[in-house]
């Protein structure tokens, strides 16, 4: 398995600092520890807990947070944390540790939502599935980071999968009808979260390298670039997530005006999606920026 690379990631608030990581750190969900008495299922959080600036630690998928005490800045200490962390993932230690298998089953709900999308199907549930959106075009794919969509994949009928913070959309071939089918693959899908099963093994390379090439830089985005991103992650990601899709930002070309994006999910192949492009997210970016949008573009479809 590939070594654990850890990036530090400022936040909006200066007493928290997020460190990402390009593989995943638990299955699914995030437990979150204010003091060494909280983390005793957490062998990580309690030994970070030893160092006297730690406050608060929160645990994700793809990230841990932490909130310091005044006594430090974190620019004195943040490396040396990062290694830390690094170096005990490396080493296979535990994170958290898992719920005994004779506690309670968590009560998952699965539910069907059809998109604007005729191919692509929605399943919300109530369970945190990952901080980090994956998209796996075939089952080769799936294999290599997660038993969740290999799973699904075993279905004939299904072409891709789109695993995002609480759902999974799924997208079939023309052989059939989701009246057909949502039922099983809804029950299917119940039943593998109810078992506790791995959703996602591992960050896939393509998704970690957006992770420490794209995401972390994000907060030094500036001018118009930095503003788009506030845009869509305020008033278009919301609405697409709700139709089983993600619309997520590249680039933006400053001298031609031309806003690039990729769209996963329910968007990509979408029929509406040049429609939603047009007449939904270059026009609302048109309208709140003036004579800085000229186009938005998809650069995958």
């Known amino acids: 398995m590939q070594e654990t690379k850890i990036t530090i990631q400022e936040t909006t608030n200066n007493t928290i600092i997020k460190f990402n990581s390009t593989s995943v750190l638990i299955n699914g969900g995030s437990y979150e520890f204010s003091n060494i008495d909280d983390a005793k ?9 030893y160092l006297p600036f730690v406050k608060k630690i929160f645990i994700t998928a793809n990230f841990i947070a932490i909130q310091r005490f005044d006594i430090v800045e974190w620019i004195d200490v943040q490396e040396e944390v990062r290694e830390q962390i690094e170096a005990y993932i490396n080493d296979g230690n535990v994170i958290v540790e898992e719920q005994s298998s004779t506690s ?4 998952i709900e699965v539910y069907a939502e059809a998109t604007p999308n005729p191919a692509v199907m929605k399943f919300g549930t109530n369970k945190a599935l990952t901080q980090t959106d994956v998209e796996y075009k075939n089952i080769e794919e799936a294999s290599k980071s997660s038993p969740l969509a ?4 075993t279905f004939p009928f299904v072409k ?4 995002s913070d609480n759902y999974v959309s799924v997208t079939k071939y023309d ?7 949502f039922a099983e693959v809804r029950t299917f899908i119940r039943e593998y979260l109810v078992e506790g099963k791995t959703i996602i093994k591992e960050i896939p390379q393509e998704t970690a390298e957006s992770i420490t090439e794209i995401e972390a830089p994000k907060v030094k985005l500036e001018g118009i670039s930095a503003q788009i991103v506030d845009i869509l992650d305020e008033y278009i990601k919301p ?3 709700g139709d089983g899709g993600n619309i997520a930002f590249r680039s933006y070309d ?3 005006k031309i806003v690039s994006v990729i769209l996963q999910g329910a968007c990509s ?4 999606s040049t429609a939603t492009l047009k007449n939904g997210i270059e026009n609302l970016l048109k309208e709140m920026l003036p004579n800085q949008i000229n186009e938005v573009v998809a650069i995958n479809g």
Not at 104 to 107: G, I, Q, V, Y
Not at 150 to 153: E, H, S
Request: glycine residues 2%.
């Open 254 to 256: 400053e001298e031609n």
């Open 239 to 241: 609405a697409v997530a």
């Open 104 to 107: 309670k089953k968590e009560a």
């Open 269 to 272: 192949g979408c029929p509406s």
């Open 160 to 163: 891709e999968v789109f695993i």
């Open 150 to 153: 290999q799973a699904i994949f």
């Open 175 to 181: 052989m059939i009808e989701w009246k057909e089918i």
């Open 41 to 49: 299922n957490s062998p990580l959080a309690q030994q970070l807990f």
